[in-house]
């Protein structure tokens, strides 16, 4: 079964890894901050250790984005970032899993303080 995790954070600045830009990450002890970044490491180890990662990548800042959408009967685009939200589309993973089980194992993992992780099965 394959799924795509999307990472949505909201940090301001924008920067990589996301958690290190967010308020509600930056409140924790070093301590904490380390386990939590240790059980992604040790996640992502074991999830390209067992062939389930198929791909991911880290996006840039939504202010350099450009929205398209239909309007009058022909497309139209705007610059980003997208007006409705102050969350923005950070990254993605793409696994290939045994079981939804699993992937909502990956998900609580990959998920972080600040952070909201969707798992979406991929079609």
């Given amino acids: 079964m394959k799924y795509v995790l999307l ?3 909201n940090p301001d600045p924008w920067g990589h890894p996301t958690g ?3 308020a509600e990450f ?3 002890s070093q301590e ?3 386990r939590i970044n ?3 490491e040790t996640m ?3 999830l390209q250790e067992k062939g389930e990662l198929l791909g991911g990548e880290a996006l840039g800042d939504p202010a350099a984005s450009k929205l398209y959408r239909w309007t009058a009967g022909k497309p139209t685009s705007s610059d980003g970032p ?3 939200t102050k969350e923005h589309l950070a990254g993605f993973f793409i696994i290939d899993v045994e079981s939804q089980t ?3 194992e990956i998900a609580g993992v990959f998920s972080g303080p600040g952070e909201t992780v969707e798992l979406r099965p991929l079609m």
């Fill in 7 to 9: 990472i949505h954070s």
């Fill in 20 to 22: 290190n830009y967010l």
């Fill in 26 to 28: 930056q409140a924790l």
């Fill in 32 to 34: 904490q901050q380390d």
């Fill in 38 to 40: 240790s059980d992604f």
């Fill in 44 to 46: 992502l180890g074991d």
């Fill in 82 to 84: 997208y007006a409705e």
């Fill in 102 to 104: 699993r992937a909502e």
